[in-house]
């Protein structure tokens, strides 16, 4: 199990929200390249990038900063990024700069034809990213909520050929309340390709039992308050789910 941290971006600053809300947010560094070259310093294989302000403008809006972070560990390794990624262009654009992954998330939604354009034009470098509540999926940042099913849409994004879906829980983001691993277990159980969980991871507790399901197809899980808040050792908890991997 590839645990990710996640570095949530909001006018160039790493934060962390509490169930997507703007203005709840968290600034948990100034210097989000510091913080991108701590975790890889503690064992991260991959990172996740939030750009928090382009997901609601639906548009990038921290890119210089993006760029700094890939200059300083994208190197070394993956780095995937979601928020304001609406056309063709911004995800050549991010993959020139040398993200290896981008998410789409709203988009996919609103407009399954770019989801399928960018698959093609883009094989092996899309991501998914499907929030959550009750089953239903959201969207613009979570604020609007609609009556998708997650697994019928995940279906449909897997005959595109995305390479795999982010799973977020969003009424457990942030809240460090643990991860639902039963509707990540349902979703990923649906699909062929591999699910990313994400949302609630607070303790090692949350650990052991995504690793106890990870051969459900549950590849790799995204945490962010918890390793910023201390209530998990980002270092400690990859060894044991290395572990527990095998």
Known sequence: MLLIPAIDLKDGHCVRLKQGEMDNATVFSEDPVAMARHWVDAGARRLHL??????????????????AIVAEVGDEIPVQLGGGIRD????????????S?????????????????????????IIVGLDARDGKVATDGWSKMTGH????LARKYEDYGVEGIIYTDIGRDGMLSGVNVEAT???????????IASGGIATMEDIDALCAVEEEGIEAAITGRAIYQGTLDFAAAQARADELGG
């Open 185 to 195: 277990v349902k979703l990923a159980r649906a699909l062929r390709i591999p699910v």
């Open 88 to 99: 063709l262009d911004i995800i050549e654009r991010y993959l020139d700069d040398g993200i």
């Open 149 to 152: 099913d997650v697994v019928d």
């Open 50 to 67: 939030v750009d928090l302000n382009g997901a609601f403008a639906g548009k990038p809006k921290n890119e210089p900063v993006i760029k």
């Open 101 to 125: 992954y981008v998410i789409v998330g709203t988009a996919a939604v609103k407009n399954p034809g770019f989801l399928q354009d960018a698959c093609t034009a883009f094989g092996g470098h």
